[in-house]
């Protein structure tokens, strides 16, 4: 026994691996889970209306009284921010869930079909797909008008693809697998095997997928509205009150508060469905 | 190969046809009715004047009809006319292609040239402090709202810290490079004017790096994700058990392979990069098609709208096409 | 750079090494107090089950361990030098140069992105013997020793054009670049079908006689090392408990352990006793965790003493050359002969009564795969899977079907079970026609007709509870309700296949391939049915296992009446187990026949072949036996050969030949596809004709 490097490493303890594992989810867990109750009590938690104009106290710099300043209006940046909470995250589970219903519904089916419904299916999937989809967004928003829900179903019309070829992948990976060939020779009913069989085992990846793409939509939705096609002033929003302050250097608050607010729920996101990813792969799990 | 590029060829037209009649149809089928948009209340109350508006842009014929017409009319490379600019929309798009595309390559060279170095590292010294930075560093890149970090900079750099020039893509004083390319780099190189050379890659930086943030983090997470997939497939324990030295292995062995789904990224991260530009031009008073995008959107300029949807998915189209003929060959595997 | 080894010094010597993993639950031993040692050109296998450590002993040696895998003790030296002591530098050096290694699976083992010729030749610039032209000149040389036909267009190919086979002979030859003294082969011909094994084997033994080069074979198979090494190390949990030659162990084991590895395989080469239950041990293998204080096969051992529950045996002399760790065999005791009553004449099969009708009856099934375009515009391909195929299985009899990898018998199974929808044929199960049916019109008829699939990691479903996995058929075709009478049958269902009733609150993770395998099986056996399609049941199982879950299916077919179409790519298997035999070749039948004519006296060359390709763990009576090994490998099934598909491959191949044969009745029960049955036979005429290279070439 000789040689260096032979001796017992140091192990990580159980501390150490857990955060290893469940850290940065957790993380996001809790912001995300904050925002959330911020959205919903904003109406109690906010200490002005969001909407009130005071062109006396326009522009004021941050204070005890305005926490994070006045806009060009004179309305209070934080009670704004806390209301704009509801709109994003509204707008973003909106999309997103409803855009996963869709596009799965469609990947199971084409899978589930195959044949020419699979190949019509997938074909304006890689349709929609050709268009980048901040701009087919832009311009069917601006077809239908300002709004958040018209802003909702322009970016539905581009969102759902993604989800319907994941769906489709994950279907026809469990189609091959022999536990569905079982329930197949044993006589169930489709249904029952795409029910309780193949559903089960394929929502992993989507719910990885919608997790990270809360943030993303979330992002997309400020973006259209930071363009003037989100909602219709005056409603408190965050990629509007972006824009609003974007001209205003000086008043650095105005712009930079509700950008950090996309930041930090995005990110929040992200952490949750990278967490999530990292403990459904088996092969990160084992290790 | 030739068989495989002309076939190739020949669905990305037929989804580019395909993608006109979406555009048309987007235009056509909204609720928004374009005739009180061009004609205004006054001229709308008048069923005459209203019949003869329509019969002149086509409007009393059927759909199919119209979309042959609209079909006639790309072919001779009319894309319309802009409400906005009273141009057409074809000459606006040239005009300002060249700023965006400028802006883009630098940005994208910019993402490729931080993210794939960073993803090597994080796989390499995996669960090290490196990987938390890097991942981190991808985690912020894209979840930053690109017109915020765009404000940021600005504010920080050229507001705040005074260090980086402002908005626009030269100083307002200064005169542009005579025009060639539309690209201020080459055509200042091209005319030996130093001044402008450094003007417009100063102007460049802060754009770039906001343009380029998001798809930073995209690349360096697929990056580290393709690597550590190739670090655990046989071959790189063979290439152990050869000898074979470790910096060997990770980069004539396990890079390759690792940057065949990088490379994949290259459709997405275009779109990432024209959705990002419509934002960082805006910011930066660029004057790119992401900013023209912008203000026709804003003034439902619907014409250029329609052209600029159409324009950059067949652009998309030819990337995609691109991407995958040098997936072809990357990957020994796909070649024929 | 070393000097020449004194004769004495072995190659490889290793004392008492010790390898560990560690995991969140806590250190694993999973090489545990190992030693042996390998002279210049000697041959030494070491077999065992998985996890008994003699991969990680493989990687253990050429110190390639990876994360969290540590060697913690012991010693190993290789020619004379520590090799735990080494830099990592001098271990660099080492690697790929003195000491080579070749992995299990050729498909993954080499780089897809790179050419051959880089592969074959970067090391041997890299440790600085060779000049890249002259490396290049030694890479083609050494394809060729291989047995490539073609070796200056190979090196110039990618790996994914050539198959298997060929890369395995392009991992030999990357593992001979250097000429090392020593070769690591962990299972090297494990993933490769029967034909393509003897091939392998072939070049191993080949090698070691002309290059002198050591070699240390790692397979769980006793034949596959018995074809090779003249010693072999039986390993069980992390230890070696046998080591001698090879002939000795197969012929007299002196480890209990050993001696089950030995009896638990059919022989193909050994006549058929009226006993047709396998030698199998129950149980498996110690937790890793919480070894035994005693022996370590004490638990499983049907001659333990007292003793052994107690006190840890040493690998001691049981006799001049043979070590063993048995104290009931250090004590002088022999372990007996296994099970058979001696061994009965030819013919003293069962007699299976004949029914009038067929259970099942096939006839001119074909299954065409059309793949994916590959653009918009370019024209469908087509898998050819089964084209064209005949079958009656009458009821209560097993019908076996054989074939290499390819040949369309998994996908046979899978429209027999109408899993998939044939593309043309007939298919009648108990006079009904299912081959059209919709599946509707089959549902009840599945009752009758169950499968058991080869992977116990894929056929259950992992979010699923084994009770409700059982009971799930049984409320789906109403033949009763959830809740307590469900339950009971549950719990009935599980001890028919000897698994405790009470796992049925289990998921499928907490149980081993065994123990699925069995629930597997009790799920088919759930509603009751006639025919039991059973798709490579025992392939991915350990070879103690196979014995086990073999003698369950016997119990299970003479309980309940059942008639096997078992389907296996392992001939002794099913020589074994089954009435009569088909072999298929590229989805055609090339022969069928009652089981004991087809083995005693095969009509077509193909079953010739694929007989003697089969490994015999006996050496003895390996080199009494006739070999033949096969050159080339099948061809694609993208396009099918004109004529009769096996000609290409052919040793009596004439042009006759290119018209296809029929399956003809060559004497009553007795069909073979060939012009010329029965008159290959290389007992009688030695010649082996010209080495047929053609499906060689890359595709």
Not at chain 1, 64 to 84: E, I, K, P, Q, V
Request: proline share 7%.
């Amino acid at each position: 026994m000789s040689g260096a490097g032979l001796a017992l490493p140091a192990v990580p303890t159980r501390g150490q691996r857990a955060w290893r594992r469940y850290g940065l989810a957790g993380i996001g867990a809790a912001i995300v889970l904050g925002w959330l109750l911020v959205a919903l009590l904003a109406p109690w938690i906010a200490p002005y209306d969001p909407d009130f104009v005071d062109v006396a106290n326009r522009l004021r710099p941050p204070s005890a009284a305005h926490l994070l300043g006045t806009d060009a209006l004179g309305r209070d940046c934080f009670s704004r921010l806390l209301w704009g909470s509801r709109v994003s995250l509204l707008a973003g589970f909106a999309v997103v869930l409803l855009g996963a219903l869709f596009g799965t519904l469609v990947g199971m089916v084409a899978a589930y079909a195959r044949g020419w419904v699979d190949e019509a299916l997938m074909r304006l999937t890689d349709l929609v797909l050709c268009f980048p989809p901040i701009i087919l967004a832009l311009a069917i928003a601006a077809a239908l008008g300002i709004g958040t829900t018209n802003t909702v179903i322009a970016m539905l019309v581009v969102w759902w693809p993604k989800f319907a070829r994941l769906s489709r992948a994950l279907a026809l990976v469990q189609r091959g697998q022999e536990y569905v060939e079982a329930a197949v020779v044993l006589g169930l009913r489709p249904a029952r095997i795409l029910g309780r069989h193949i559903a089960p085992n394929a929502v992993g990846p989507l719910v990885v997928l919608v997790t990270l793409d809360v943030g993303n939509a979330i992002i997309t939705f400020a973006g259209l509205s930071f363009l003037g096609l989100g909602v219709v002033p005056p409603t408190a929003e965050w990629g509007a009150m972006v824009a609003e302050g974007r001209e205003l250097v000086e008043q650095w608050w105005v712009a930079t508060f509700p950008g950090l607010a996309i930041l930090t729920v995005v990110l929040g996101f992200n952490f949750l469905g990278d967490g999530l990813r990292d403990w459904l792969d088996p092969k990160a799990r084992s290790r | 190969m030739i068989r495989y590029v002309a076939s190739r060829l020949l669905g990305a037209a037929v989804m580019a046809v395909l993608a006109t009649l979406v555009v048309f149809l987007i235009a056509n089928t909204v609720p928004g009715d374009p005739v009180l948009a061009q004609l205004g209340d006054i001229a709308a109350s008048n069923p005459e004047t209203v019949r003869e508006w329509r019969a002149k842009w086509g409007l009393d014929l059927p759909l199919w009809e119209r979309y042959g017409l609209f079909l006639r009319g790309l072919l001779n490379g009319d894309l319309g006319t802009s409400i906005a600019s009273q141009r057409p929309v074809l000459e606006d798009i040239l005009q300002y292609a060249p700023a965006t595309i400028e802006l883009a390559t630098i940005a994208f060279i910019l993402a490729l040239a931080a993210g794939i170095p960073l993803g090597i590292a994080a796989a390499v010294w995996r669960d090290s402090w490196v990987d938390a930075a890097a991942r981190m560093v991808s985690l912020i890149g894209v979840s930053s709202p690109t017109f915020w970090l765009a404000f940021v900079m600005l504010a920080l750099f050229y507001g705040g810290l005074q260090i980086a020039p402002g908005p626009g893509r030269l100083d307002p004083i200064a005169f542009p490079p005579p025009d060639v390319t539309g690209l201020f780099l080459v055509d200042s190189i091209l005319a030996g004017d130093w001044e402008a050379f450094h003007d417009a890659a100063a102007h460049l930086v802060l754009p770039s790096i906001v343009l380029a943030a998001a798809t930073i983090g995209l690349i360096t997470r697929t990056t580290r994700a393709a690597m550590l997939e190739a670090m655990g497939q046989d071959y790189v324990r063979v290439s152990r058990s050869k000898g074979l030295p470790e910096r060997f292995i990770v980069l004539r062995h396990i890079l390759p392979n690792a940057l065949i789904p990088v490379v994949t990224l290259g459709g997405l991260a275009f779109a990432n990069l024209l959705a990002g530009a419509v934002m960082t031009e805006t910011v930066f008073s660029w004057p790119g098609l992401g900013r023209y995008t912008f203000r026709s959107a804003a003034a439902l300029d619907f014409p250029a709208i329609m052209g600029i949807t159409l324009v950059v998915s067949v652009s998309t189209l030819l990337v995609n096409l691109l991407v995958d003929l040098s997936y072809a060959l990357l990957d020994p595997r796909v070649r024929r | 750079m070393t000097a020449p080894p004194v004769l004495e010094v072995p190659v490889l010597e290793v004392q008492d090494l010790r390898t560990v993993f560690l995991t969140d639950a806590g250190p694993v031993r999973a090489v545990d107090g190992v030693s042996f040692r390998l002279g210049a050109g000697e041959t030494l296998g070491i077999v065992g089950e998985s996890g008994s450590g003699k991969s990680v002993t493989a990687l253990s040696l050429l110190r390639l361990l990876e994360e969290p895998a540590r060697i913690v003790g012991g010693q190993m030296r290789f020619q004379g030098r520590d090799l735990l002591a080494m830099r990592p530098e001098e271990l660099q050096a080492l690697r790929g140069d003195r000491m080579a290694m070749v992995f299990q699976d050729p498909m993954t083992g080499l780089n897809p992105v790179i050419r051959i010729l880089r592969q074959l030749t970067e090391h041997m610039v890299s440790h600085g013997h060779h000049t890249p032209a002259a490396a290049k000149h030694r890479a083609i040389t050494l394809l060729g020793r291989m047995g490539i036909t073609t070796p200056e267009r190979t090196v110039t190919g990618f790996p994914h054009e050539f198959s298997g086979g060929m890369r395995q002979r392009v991992m030999l030859a990357m593992g001979f670049a250097n000429d090392p003294a020593l070769l690591v082969a962990d299972e090297p011909t494990t993933a490769l079908d029967v034909t393509i094994q003897a091939q392998i084997l072939d070049l191993l033994r080949g090698l070691n006689r002309d290059f002198g080069t050591a070699i240390l074979l790692i397979s769980h198979d006793l034949g596959v090392i018995g074809s090779v090494c003249a010693r072999v190390a039986v390993m069980y949990a992390g230890e070696v408990v046998e080591e001698a030659a090879t002939e000795a162990v197969l012929a007299d084991p002196r480890h209990p352990y050993a001696w089950a590895l030995v009896n638990a395989v059919p022989r193909i080469d050994q006549p058929l006793g009226a006993e047709r239950r396998l030698t199998s041990i129950e149980g498996a293998p110690p937790d890793a965790l919480d070894l035994p204080t005693g022996c370590r096969f004490a638990p499983r051992c049907p001659f333990r003493i007292a003793r052994c529950e107690t006190q840890h045996p040493p690998l001691a002399e049981v006799a001049p050359g043979r070590l063993a760790r048995c104290w009931v065999t250090q004590a002088g005791a022999v372990l007996p002969k296994p099970g058979g009553t001696g061994f009965a004449e030819p013919g003293a099969e069962r007699v299976r009564p004949e029914a009038a009708a067929p259970l099942l009856s096939v006839r001119g099934l074909v299954k065409h795969f059309p793949l994916p375009r590959e653009t918009l515009f370019s024209p469908r391909r087509v898998v050819h899977a089964v084209n064209g195929v005949d079958l009656e299985v009458a009821r209560g009899e097993t019908l076996g079907i054989v074939g290499e990898s390819g040949c369309g018998k998994s996908t046979l199974a899978r429209l027999i079970t109408r899993i998939h929808t044939p593309t043309a044929g007939s298919i009648r199960f108990d006079g009904q026609e299912i081959a059209g049916a919709s599946a509707a019109a089959i549902r009840p008829l599945r009752r009758r007709m169950q499968m058991v699939f080869q992977d116990p990691y894929a056929s259950l479903n992992p979010r699923m509870r084994i009770g409700d996995t059982l009971a799930e058929p049984l409320v789906a075709h109403g033949l009763l309700r959830r809740g307590a009478e469900a339950r009971e049958r549950v719990a009935e269902l599980l001890s028919t296949v000897g698994l405790n009733p009470a796992w049925a609150a289990r998921f499928p993770h907490e149980f081993s391939g065994g123990q699925r395998q069995r629930i597997s099986i009790a799920r088919a056996l759930a509603l009751q049915p006639d025919l039991v399609v059973a798709d490579e049941p025992i392939s991915a199982l350990d070879v103690n296992i196979q014995a086990q879950i073999l003698n369950l299916m016997l119990n299970l077919q003479e309980r309940f009446g059942l008639t096997y179409l078992f389907i296996a790519h392992d001939l002794a298997v099913v020589r074994h187990l089954c009435d009569r035999v088909m072999v298929l070749y590229l989805g055609q039948v090339m022969e069928s026949a009652r089981s004991a004519d087809l083995f005693a006296r095969p009509l077509h060359p193909y079953t010739r072949v694929l007989i003697s390709a089969v490994p015999v763990p006996d050496v003895g009576a390996q080199r009494g036996r006739q070999r033949v090994v096969l050159q080339g490998e099948p061809p694609g099934t993208l396009v099918l050969p004109t004529g009769c598909p096996f000609r290409s491959r052919c040793p009596i191949a004439r042009p006759v030949c290119e018209t296809p044969p029929p399956l003809a009745e060559h004497t009553p029960g007795r069909w073979a596809a060939c012009h010329f049955p029965g008159e290959f036979d290389p007992g009688s005429s030695q010649a082996l004709p010209s080495a047929q290279a053609r499906a060689e070439s890359p595709a």
